[in-house]
């Protein structure tokens, strides 16, 4: 079965640092990988996916993501964090005519 | 519509009450999703929809628990006789097809407090 494991339920990082939120998955055929934003009292929004091809995948908001099938990782990043990206972030996996399976989040929180 | 709608957006109820819960898809968006976020825990699948009817009802918790859906449109998902552990966020997806490489589109929720 399909499962995703966030290891980190929260994250502080200062702003202008960079950040790096983990995600590992386990799923035995080529897996779909996302990553979404909530902000508070908001629906999801997808930041990137991955389905194949270039293991770096770009996103909104200046994300990025880079699937590592060997370490089965998904780990998105950003190189400078701002105020507003504070935020749940959650990492899912699925695959073509399979439901999206979600992790548990990880919350974000920046300090000036 | 522009986005996925989800009425009401927040719902407190007392024990023992029967609840709806609706949601609008986009318009021409054939798949839809219902999603129960618990605190402090990730999104957990309840039922799919693809058309009006319901392939996958596996993560339905209880047969308290159901769902409808009108066409390729609105879609009710009705909890009877609600406990305290109903207690969540409730999300809906749509989606252009089945299959998660078309995307999904979330709506902002349900906040069902059950008191």
């Known amino acids: 079965a399909q499962s995703v494991t966030q290891p980190d339920i929260h994250i502080t990082v200062s702003e202008g640092a960079s950040l790096e939120l983990r995600c590992n998955y386990s799923y035995g055929a080529t897996p779909y990988l996302f990553w979404y934003v909530q902000s508070p009292g908001q629906g999801l929004q997808l930041l990137l996916k991955?389905?194949?091809?270039?293991?770096l995948v770009q996103g909104i908001k200046g994300f990025e993501a880079e699937f590592k099938r060997s370490q089965s990782s998904f780990n998105l990043r950003k190189p400078s964090v701002h105020w507003s990206d504070a935020a749940e972030y959650f990492c899912a996996v699925g695959s073509y005519g399979n439901k999206l399976v979600f992790g548990a989040g990880t919350i974000l929180r920046v300090k000036s | 519509g522009a986005g996925v709608s989800q009425s009401p957006s927040n719902k407190v109820t007392e024990k023992g009450k029967d609840v709806e819960l609706r949601c609008d898809p986009i318009?021409?968006?054939?798949?839809l999703y219902w999603y129960r976020q618990r605190l402090g825990q990730g999104l957990e699948f309840l039922i799919y929809?693809?058309?009006?009817?319901?392939?996958?009802k596996s993560g339905l918790p209880s047969d308290r628990f159901s769902a409808e859906r009108t066409g390729e449109s609105v879609s009710t998902l009705t909890i009877q006789r609600t406990q305290q552990e109903d207690s969540a966020v409730y999300l809906c997806a749509s989606s252009r097809d089945r299959g998660v490489n078309y995307g999904y589109t979330f709506g902002s929720g349900t906040r069902l407090t059950v008191v």
């Open positions: 318009s021409g968006h054939t798949a």
């Open positions: 929809f693809q058309g009006n009817s319901a392939p996958d």
């Open positions: 991955y389905f194949s091809g270039d293991t």
